[in-house]
């Protein structure tokens, strides 16, 4: 019967020590939910004053994440101290402190993805609406968030890519200048005057209204080919303005019809089979039909 006198008085003080904290409770829950209002009224503010200040859409968003976080660590931390008595800030860092190197390695990839966010937010190139090119994924970059950044392909398909392999790896920007170099290679026979092949292919590029003029047109007699004497042909145009493949297609069609227009070939390969001994060759029997 003393077991159950003991349990019974341990459950009466357990209850009533319950309905104690009761108004400590109702006022933590208080403090999170004006901490969720609070953080969508720093949030709006934030995103007035870097939007007035001009700064980029990734730095924008960084801002108001950091914001949110700080508000909701503080705002929570209060709540704690209130509902529980024994609870204080510090005891809660120590607490931490005690379990960091297991939380540092169980957690390893998103604190690395989230370093890397914030790095790549807080650097000048690829920001969000850039062209880019990352370990074979090609495409616009329409977010970055702390842990991973969206990816548009150019096919459509949407790719959602750690910031770790972003950070790590070369990215190439292909809009951060309008004006970009493209090159084709051309191959004419080798009976062929090269002066006059060179001239007729620079002309032809010359005349395409989307190559810049300003930088000029470069014409290279590269190397010799199995059936043809190659050029290198080099031009700059504005990406900005039209998309570099069209471009390249009408500097194609233009060097192919004006090379047919001066009578110079562009050969197809060519196979020559050499023998050491003659070749007996027969006449073949007509067939039955034409004899």
């Known amino acids: 019967m003393n077991y159950i006198e003991t349990l019974t008085k341990e459950l009466e003080g357990m209850a009533m020590g319950f309905f104690q904290l009761l108004p400590s409770f109702a006022i933590a829950l208080g403090i999170v939910v004006l901490t969720w209002i609070m953080v969508g009224v720093f949030v709006r503010v ?97 977010r970055i968030t702390l842990r991973e950044t969206y990816i548009r392909q150019f096919s459509g398909e949407l790719t959602v890519v750690p910031n770790s392999m972003l950070f790590k790896n070369a990215v190439d920007i292909f809009n951060d200048q309008a004006v970009r170099r493209e090159q084709v290679v051309v191959g004419v026979s080798y009976d062929t005057d090269l002066e006059t092949a060179e001239a007729t292919i620079r002309k032809a590029v010359e005349g395409i209204p989307e190559v810049e003029k300003d ?10 080919g199995a059936s043809s004497v190659d050029f290198l042909v080099l031009w700059w145009s504005n990406t900005g303005e039209q998309d570099k493949r069209l471009t390249k297609s009408h500097v194609i069609m233009a060097i192919k019809k004006a090379l047919d227009d001066a009578e110079i070939e562009i050969p197809f390969p060519y196979v020559t089979h050499t023998f050491k001994e003659a070749l007996p060759v027969e006449k073949a029997p007509l067939a039955a039909n034409e004899s």
Do not use: H, Y
Request: glycine share 12%.
């Open 215 to 224: 930088k000029g047109v470069l014409v290279f007699a590269q190397e010799f």
């Open 46 to 142: 934030i995103g007035r004053v870097t939007k007035r200040a001009g700064l980029r859409t990734d730095l924008q968003q960084l801002f108001e994440t950091v914001t949110k976080l700080a508000v909701w660590i503080l705002g929570i931390l209060i709540a704690l101290t209130v509902a529980i008595p024994s609870f204080t800030p510090a005891g809660a860092v120590a607490g931490l402190g005690v379990g960091a190197l297991a939380i540092g390695f169980a957690f390893q990839d998103i604190f690395e993805n989230f370093l890397a966010g914030v790095l790549i937010m807080l650097r000048e190139k690829m920001n969000i609406g850039d062209s880019i090119s990352c370990n074979g994924i090609m495409g616009s970059v329409e």
